[in-house]
């Protein structure tokens, strides 16, 4: 019987592994992968057949200063939304897109970012990575419509309530294709 040799790609295949057992270097490989995604992926629109719709409603949340809020959704403004958390390397990988998005259009858009998390855990995260970002902890369920069981989740929502984009998973929403459909939207 021939015996193997170990190759050197064999050993870096070894060290991946054990880097993506290891908490502290796992979360970093995968924010690392994702940002590859989001620097090639921009989310699309979809086909006007699958836009759903949103019965307008008032979005119970609570603002990172502790102060409920009721903010309109599904008519009358663009409304960005995105589900997501510290701890999740698509969501962290895709953050930097949305604030540079949120810097241009914060004004036209009303961005929503919603997170489950302890306040203090967030408030740390931010302050960490120096973003300003409209963040918010539902105090409701969302409506079926806007229900998705991974993160990150985004919905892009017309002035009538039309579901425009929903993407899931990491995305560069600081993409041509994403402020095209933003400026098309916030001239009506």
Not at 45 to 63: G, K, M, S, T
Request: charged letters at 25%.
């Amino acid at each position: 019987m021939k015996k193997r040799k170990f190759k050197i790609s064999d050993i870096i295949f070894v060290v991946f592994i054990l880097l993506l057992i290891i908490p502290q270097t796992r979360t970093p490989i995968q924010v690392a992968v994702n940002k590859l995604k989001v620097a090639v992926w921009s989310p699309s629109v979809e086909d006007e057949e699958d836009q759903n719709e949103v019965v307008p409603f008032q979005y119970a949340v609570v603002d990172m200063q502790g102060e409920t809020k009721s903010i309109a959704v599904g008519k009358g403004k663009v409304i960005f939304i995105s589900y997501w958390a510290t701890w999740c390397p698509p969501c962290i990988a895709e953050l930097p897109g949305i604030q540079e998005l949120y810097k241009d259009y914060g004004g036209k858009v009303n961005f929503i970012l919603l997170t489950q998390e302890e306040p203090e855990k967030v408030q740390r995260f931010i302050k960490k990575k120096g973003y300003e970002l409209p963040i918010y902890f539902p105090q409701m369920q969302a409506p079926n419509v806007l229900y998705e069981n991974s993160i990150p989740t985004n919905y892009v929502i017309d002035t009538a309530g039309k579901i425009i984009i929903k993407e899931t998973g990491a995305a560069d929403w600081n993409s041509t294709k994403v402020r095209e459909l933003l400026d098309d939207l916030t001239k009506e």
